[in-house]
């Protein structure tokens, strides 16, 4: 299954509410997971099953969708939140990431 | 809270294999689903494979049946075997724990410090 992110990049500034897509290419109901990477830095889970805030994730980081298509919400974005974020569906095997959006 | 600490060989020449080791500390190894993922620049994410509770494996079919992951729960580690490397198999490889219930597709919770791989002869 591939994902398809966009945008690639994306500027901004803190306060703003910013949105990042991701689509499937075929259903992947709402198995579907974003992570958050710094530089040198491993990823981090954010988002679970589309819309769960993982424990910890300030909650002006959401996310919705089911299908094939899902959005990842910023708002309002604050100056920890410049990193780069990437999708990922466990629907089937091999798991697939999208292939990132940075956000600066 | 669960840590993983991985490490292994950081330069490979073509056709060796590479061995990574990720130990598991905070809670038992058994029981759980681990991950190992890597990670270019050019490529970014790629999922290598998973073991599952009860012992099975799952691969990316990428790589052509060169992988191996196998857990030795006396040690509570995990360990990552790919054979006949080449250039293409540089970068950053991280071991994962995969959160895995039956009520929430799975995801990866934990995620290790990362161990940057090179091939080059």
């Known amino acids: 299954i591939q994902l398809t992110q966009s945008p690639s990049s994306l500027s901004a500034s803190v306060g703003d509410r910013v949105t990042i897509t991701c689509r499937a290419s075929q259903s992947v109901s709402d198995s579907l997971n974003w992570y958050q990477q710094k530089p040198g830095q491993a990823p981090k889970v954010v988002i679970y099953?589309?819309?769960t805030v993982q424990r910890g994730v300030p909650s002006r980081i959401s996310g919705s969708g089911s299908g094939t298509d899902f959005t990842l919400t910023i708002n309002p974005l604050q100056p920890e939140d410049f990193a780069t974020y990437f999708c990922?569906?466990?629907?089937?095997?091999?798991?697939?990431f999208g292939q990132g959006t940075r956000l600066e | 809270q669960v840590q993983l600490q991985q490490w292994g060989a950081g330069l490979l020449k073509p056709s060796e294999t590479l061995s990574l080791t990720c130990a598991v500390h905070g809670e038992s190894l058994s029981g759980q689903q681990w991950s190992w993922i890597r990670q270019t620049p050019a490529k970014g994410l790629e999922w290598i494979g998973e073991i599952n509770p009860s012992g099975s494996t799952y691969y990316n079919p990428s790589l052509s049946g060169r992988v191996t992951i196998s857990v030795d729960t006396s040690k509570n580690q995990l360990s990552l075997n790919l054979n006949s490397v080449t250039a293409a198999d540089s970068a950053m490889y991280y071991c994962v724990k995969v959160s895995s219930t039956t009520w929430s597709p799975e995801y990866f919770h934990t995620w290790g410090q990362g161990t940057l791989v090179s091939v080059s002869s």
């Open positions: 990922q569906q466990s629907y089937s095997i091999p798991s697939t």
């Open positions: 099953a589309a819309s």
